[in-house]
């Protein structure tokens, strides 16, 4: 059984960084990962997503260019580098992994981390 532990959110203001990881236990083989986000009172969206090989990224139009995903298949570990935070980017942020068809998909992927608060101030 897979199992996604997330740290590295907290609280930073407008411009800052933070860098987000997603450490798995279990076999991940072959597996996509991803990050999606929900902040109060709206839908869960996409971030972004890598293949297994992390040779393919994805990543949505409105964190394109200031985020970036990466993994390290040894550590069964996955990251999420936020730059130039916006207060619009505050969310509970959620890595999942999964055989995943389409990344841009949520219920795409099996296993899901229990989520990371990241709050961005003005």
């Known amino acids: 059984q897979v199992q996604l532990v997330e740290s590295g959110g907290g609280l930073v203001q407008a411009g800052g960084s933070l860098r987000l990881s997603c450490a798995a236990s279990?076999?991940?083989?072959?597996?996509?990962k991803g990050w999606f986000r929900q902040a109060p009172g709206k839908e869960r969206e996409f971030v972004a997503a890598?293949?297994?090989?992390?040779?393919?990224?994805y990543y949505a139009d409105s964190v394109k260019g200031r985020f970036t995903i990466s993994r390290d298949n040894a550590k069964n570990t996955v990251y999420l580098q936020m730059n130039s935070l916006k207060p619009g980017d505050t969310a509970v942020y959620y890595c999942?992994?999964?055989?995943?068809?389409?990344?841009?998909?949520?219920?795409?992927?099996?296993?899901w981390g229990q989520g990371t608060q990241v709050t961005v101030s003005s």
């Open positions: 999942a992994a999964g055989p995943v068809a389409n990344p841009f998909r949520q219920y795409g992927y099996d296993y």
């Open positions: 890598i293949s297994w090989s992390g040779g393919t990224t």
């Open positions: 279990g076999r991940t083989l072959g597996y996509a």
